[in-house]
């Protein structure tokens, strides 16, 4: 995969459950478009770190952008803006 990033997610007050749901819906989508989840992670206590922080790679840009706009994924948009207050996509490299 020539695409790798970290995904990080803040959740609205009060709607971790919420985020955790779409984040089910939309990450099983991922391997449609030749990506992979590699990390899902989730924080623990109540620092004012993400909530979420997901490892995907994808094949390319493209795929990448086909995924974002996924009829499916779109369709829950509504669910996005209720549920996520924040969403910072960093592009990064393997390490170890």
């Known amino acids: 995969m020539n695409l790798k ?22 990450l099983d989508l991922i391997p449609k478009y030749g990506g ?3 990390s899902r992670v989730r924080r623990v ?4 770190g ?13 795929a990448l952008r086909d995924y974002m ?5 779109l369709a829950l948009a509504d669910v996005h803006r209720r549920a996520v207050a924040r969403t910072e996509i960093i592009h990064v490299e393997t390490i170890v």
């Open 5 to 26: 990033l970290c995904v990080l997610l803040w959740a609205s007050d009060g709607q971790d459950d919420a985020l955790t749901r779409y984040e089910d819906t939309v």
């Open 36 to 38: 992979e989840v590699v």
């Open 45 to 48: 206590g109540t620092s004012d």
């Open 50 to 62: 993400p909530l979420k922080v997901q490892v995907i790679h994808m094949p390319d840009d493209s």
């Open 69 to 73: 706009e996924d009829p499916e994924r």
